[in-house]
């Protein structure tokens, strides 16, 4: 049975993503929050970064020479990638913080720390935005934040790699 190159790139990606995954429960259960540690962001940073490459080398692998493989197309199946690999992240960071509300005090403190350094100037918006960001706090809009803040990273990954990996049609010649 032949499997078609989109459903590689759904399984690499997600299997991207579980990696990513590991890497944040090693750091978690070093004691590490998942969402404000600067080594787990780097960890994971890092991994997406690598995997798409290497997704992106395995979909030019599986595409015949006499085809082209654009730009457009490098760039399409690298974010694609990252689509799955971020979704199966961000239903981790929400199961991590729905098992664990003890995590999120700390999150929210980050939060009020950033809302007095934005602010510091204007205390009455500090103090409504500091409310409306604790109020929104939950397992649910953290999965989302970590979701799309791993898809937004890949993007300029993303082009990197295709801008590397795009290639023209080859003639081949059949002796």
Same mark, same amino acid.
């Given at each position: 049975?032949? &499997?078609?190159?989109?459903? +590689?790139?759904?399984?690499f990606?997600? $299997?991207?993503? %579980? ?5 944040? =429960?090693?750091?978690?259960?070093k004691? #590490?929050?998942?969402? &404000?540690? #600067? ?9 997406h ?10 979909? &030019? ?7 082209? *493989?654009?730009?457009?197309? =490098? *760039?399409?199946?690298?974010?694609? &990638? ?5 979704v199966?992240? %961000?239903? @981790?960071?929400?199961?991590? @913080? $729905? ?5 999120m005090?700390?999150? +929210?403190? /980050?939060?009020a ?10 205390? #009455? ?9 604790? =109020? ?9 934040? #970590?979701?799309?803040? /791993?898809?937004? $990273? ?7 790699? =295709?801008?590397?990996?795009?290639? +023209? $049609?080859?003639v081949?010649?059949?002796?």
């Amino acid at each position: 049975m032949k &499997i078609n190159q989109t459903l +590689k790139d759904v399984l690499f990606g997600l $299997a991207l993503g %579980g990696f990513m995954c590991m890497c944040t =429960a090693i750091y978690f259960n070093k004691g #590490e929050n998942p969402v &404000i540690s #600067e080594d787990t962001t780097t960890a994971v940073y890092m991994l997406h970064t690598l995997g798409m490459v290497f997704g992106v080398m395995m979909s &030019i692998n599986g595409c015949p020479l006499d085809r082209r *493989f654009s730009f457009l197309r =490098a *760039f399409g199946v690298a974010y694609f &990638i990252m689509l799955m690999a971020s979704v199966v992240y %961000g239903f @981790y960071t929400f199961y991590v @913080y $729905a098992e664990n509300p003890d995590l999120m005090p700390a999150v +929210k403190e /980050v939060l009020a720390t950033n809302a007095e350094m934005m602010f510091a100037d204007k205390p #009455e918006l500090q103090e409504s935005y500091k409310d409306v960001m604790l =109020a929104m706090v939950t397992p649910t809009f953290l999965g989302c934040i #970590e979701a799309s803040r /791993v898809l937004t $990273a890949s993007l300029i990954p993303a082009l990197v790699t =295709a801008l590397f990996f795009r290639r +023209k $049609a080859r003639v081949v010649n059949d002796k």
